[in-house]
């Protein structure tokens, strides 16, 4: 894959404003396995969207980390209540065995390297407790034939097929399902489901959830 120098913060902090982010949380099965007393962290939290949701259903220990500024800013105006952490996903400012509950919604796909994505995951098992919860939201492959051309004409210079240009100044990638079932081998599935939403720029898409627990 060539140097991908576009999933920069500058880029987040460039739409921190006018982002709009979609993938709805699961609520009932978040309710129905974690506790309101638990402390939940939302790696990747953007404008705080979900933060304010857990906020709302009575969770009271909510972190939100993201390496974006801008975001943060907007975070915190809309979500005062909500502690809020400037970092890389692959460096977390927080102990070993500190949490019990992760969110990572649409980050994977802004993360095209193979080598990153791991390293997210490997921090997101250190900072869980042994049995820690994690909701994870991202996009599998697509089959409609926007997302199929798009595919084809960037696999060869983004070396990797599913990743492709935004044409705005960013790079995504849609998933293997056997890829995710690798980046969370550790992790025992509790449930998943699929959910039709829209993509930033309003297209449809389909997304795949999946409630994982790590392996004590
Ligand atoms: C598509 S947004 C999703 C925001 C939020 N999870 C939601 O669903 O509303 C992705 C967010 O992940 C953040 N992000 C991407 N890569 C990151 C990294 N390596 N470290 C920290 N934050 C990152 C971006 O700054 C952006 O705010």
Redesign the pocket.
Known sequence: MDRVTT?T?EY?DRVAES?R?S?PLDASALSAAVPRSARLV?L????G??LGELIDLGYRDVVG????AA?LDRARAQHPAAQLIE????RLPLADSSVDGV?L???L???PADD?QLA?MAEIERVLVPGGHLFLSDLPLQTDRRNRARYRRDADHCGQFGVFDSGDGTRFRHHEESWLDRLTANFEGRGSRSVHTRT?RGNPILVVQRHLRLVP
């Open positions: 999933n913060v987040w982002s982010f993938h939302d990747g939290c953007g404008y969207r979900l980390v993201d390496q974006s975001m970092a890389p996903l692959d969110l919604y649409a980050v796909t802004c993360i990153l997210v930033m």
